[in-house]
Each structure stands twice: as C-alpha cells, then as structure tokens.
C-alpha cells in the first residue's frame, strides 16, 4: 500500500482524543469511520466534531462547502467489524490501559483487511507491546496527537521495534496532509519526546508541593513572564489525576525519581483535580486563576526549567529514541504552548554550543 492508497481512516474511541483526531481527518479529505463501544458515545464524539466545524465556519476558517464535505465523510458506528473491515488506515484512541489496547488491537488484526496500517494513540505505552496482541507488528505504529488535536500540530510517528519504514512513511505523509507536524520517534520508549522531556519537570513541581516552599503561586510568578501558561497553572489545566498517572507510571518504568509526592497523591485522592474539578493547586470555580507577578520567588527561574529538559532530551539523543537535537526541538514546540525547544532555548542563554 501507498500514501495516495489510503481513503478511509477508523477511528477507534470517540472521546476527547478520538474526536479530535477524526476531525483532522476529515479536514484532510479523508472519508472517517467514528467508532465507540455504544451509540451514546459515538453521538457526542460527532457533536464534538460538529461544533470544531462550526466554530471554523463561523471564523472563515472552513468554507461552508468544505463543511458540508466534511460531515458527509463522516461515519458514526459502534459495530467494529462493519467499522474497520475495508479501513485502510486504523487509529485507536480508547483509555489508557495496556490490557484494553491490546484486546482492541487483536480485534483490529482480526477484522481489518491486512493491508491496513494500525495507529495507537498511546500517551506513553509500548508499542511494540501494543504490537505483540497482532499477527501484523510491521504494519502497527505509534501516533501520538496532542489535546486538542484539532488545535495542537505534533504528531508523534513512533516506531515500535518491528514497524516498517514503509508504514512510518504512510504515517508520516498522512500527518503531513492533514496539517500536521509529524515528527518520527525512532525507539519504542516511555513516554516518546515531548512527554519524556516533560516528566522531571513533574517530578520537580510534586517535589516543591513536598517542600511546601516556594508556594505554587510564587513559583508561577516567577516563571509567567516567560510562558503563555506558567507550570502549577498547566498542571492544573491539564488535570492533576493525568500527571500523578504519568509519573507513577514513569516511576514504574524508568525511574524511582519520578515518585510522586504525598501532597500531590493528596490532592488527586480528594478529588482536587484542577480545571476540570474546578479546584487543584488553584481555584478554578471563577476562570482561569490569577497569579500575582509581585510574589515571584527569586529562588528558581526558567533556567531551571529548562536545565531538566535539556538533561531529559539529551538521554532520547544517547538512547537513539531521537538523533537530531532539532527533531526535538520540533517536537516540543509543536506539543505545547513555548514557540521554542529546549536545546534551542539552552542555546540561546549559553547552556549548550551550537
Ligand atoms: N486527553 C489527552 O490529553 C490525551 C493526549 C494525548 C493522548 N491521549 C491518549 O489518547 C487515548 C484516549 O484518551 P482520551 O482522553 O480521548 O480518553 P476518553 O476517555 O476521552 O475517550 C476514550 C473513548 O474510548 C471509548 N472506548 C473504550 N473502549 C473502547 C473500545 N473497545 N472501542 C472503541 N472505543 C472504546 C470510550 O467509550 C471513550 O469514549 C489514551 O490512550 C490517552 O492516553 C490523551
């Protein structure tokens, strides 16, 4: 099979992920089965694609034809033998748990034709696990979009020790013509690039929780000036319960160092979440919190910040997971809100040579 082979995606998982990603899709001109476990799940995956639509339409972003292109590409289904048996190319975005990937994927290997490319979604898991469930390891990859896909340009293209070049390739092409920035992760490694390069800033925030000084606030404080939303605040955003699982299961797979402070396993245990909750770190019940600039601790600064990452990326360099220190660079600036990577950051301020 070719790039130009390739006409119609299933999505697997119509949740925050999965509806995102089917939306992207379809705006690359691909015809999209939207497949979840029941109707009422598919039915809020499409309401989710229809409002993204309708928010483009309304700000010139998606032509009214485009629009009606789109939707009519669209399949709803919750049968996934009819979702995927002439797919050629499968992403699936269910719950991140390795039992419930893995059952989903020897359902893929059973039902989809065998030339059909199989995409995980994956934040952090093994892909060539993943793979291991399917008679097809060759043709299984890892595709890891960031939230909300729609929005978000990274896609991490992850080999799994027995994918093809030939599918990374599709893969790679298929990012690109839905205007994406596919950077290619070249071993199976927890957490890829961008959440790899992330998790020993985790670790440092749950360990200042531990030392209980400086405060969430002055640290923000102290680094606001320089990100469009400053690290407890981000925590918070993206859901407490979401960073305490990264770093357990970081803890679980690389190092003892990524442990979880108590106060942060507090938190998540009382259903302090952040945004989403309306409490974490911040109160969130009025919008988004303000921080007082005038309470900055001159204690830390970004150079720490950057410091860990620069460590963290230089390990992917040495382990072979990435061989360009610019592919990193690409890959963290595309994944989340800083326009620059770390090496590229670093450079700037004197850290590393050219
Ligand atoms: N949310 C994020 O910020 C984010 C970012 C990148 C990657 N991811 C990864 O994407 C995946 C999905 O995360 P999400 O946030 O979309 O979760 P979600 O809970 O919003 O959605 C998961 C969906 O999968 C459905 N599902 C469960 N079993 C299924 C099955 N057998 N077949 C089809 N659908 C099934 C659920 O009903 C649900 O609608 C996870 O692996 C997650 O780690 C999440």
């Keep these: 099979m070719k790039t130009e082979d390739v006409k119609k995606i299933a999505m697997i998982g119509a949740g925050d992920m999965g509806h995102g990603i089917a939306a992207c899709c379809l705006i690359g001109g691909y015809t999209v ?43 709803p289904m919750v049968d996934i033998q009819e979702a995927v048996k002439d797919a050629d190319f499968i992403i699936e975005a269910v719950p991140e748990n390795l039992k419930l990937k893995k059952s989903v994927f020897a359902d893929l290997d059973k039902y989809a034709p065998k030339r059909a490319i199989l995409a995980s979604n994956t934040s952090n898991m093994s892909i060539t696990e993943i793979a291991a469930a399917t008679g097809r390891p060759e043709k299984v990859i890892g595709y890891h979009f960031f939230n909300p896909a729609v929005l978000m340009k990274l896609v991490e293209v992850i080999k799994g020790a027995g994918s093809s070049d030939k599918s990374i390739q599709i893969a790679y092409d298929i990012a690109k013509k839905i205007n994406k920035v596919p950077v290619i992760v070249k071993k199976d490694s927890p957490g890829f690039i961008y959440n790899r390069v992330n998790i020993p800033n ?5 360990k200042i929780l531990e030392a209980g ?18 690290p407890f605040e981000l925590l918070d955003y993206v859901g407490l319960d979401i960073g305490l699982h990264s770093m357990e299961y970081m ?12 106060p942060l396993s507090a938190l998540v245990k009382a259903g302090t979440l952040g945004k989403k909750t309306g409490r974490g770190i911040y109160d969130w019940s009025q919008g988004r919190p303000v921080i007082d600039l005038s309470k900055a601790t001159k204690e ?24 360009d220190p610019k592919e990193i660079d690409l ?24």
């Design 33 to 75: 089965v939207l497949r979840d476990i029941e109707q009422k799940f598919v039915d809020r995956g499409m309401a989710g694609i229809k409002a993204s639509f309708d928010k483009f339409k309304a700000k010139g972003k998606m032509t009214p034809e485009a629009y009606d292109s789109a939707l009519a590409r669209l399949i």
């Design 202 to 206: 985790g670790a440092f925030l749950s």
């Design 213 to 230: 000084h400086p405060t969430p606030e002055e640290f923000d404080a102290a680094m606001k000036p320089f990100m469009p939303m400053a």
């Design 251 to 262: 803890m679980q797979v690389l190092s003892l160092e990524y442990k979880p402070s108590a």
């Design 300 to 323: 830390f600064d970004l150079n720490h910040m950057i410091a860990l990452q620069v460590n963290e990326a230089t390990k992917l360099l040495e382990e072979g997971v990435a061989d």
């Design 331 to 354: 890959a963290m600036a595309n994944g989340g809100g800083s326009p620059f990577g770390p090496f590229a950051l670093a450079q700037s301020i004197g850290y590393c040579s050219p």
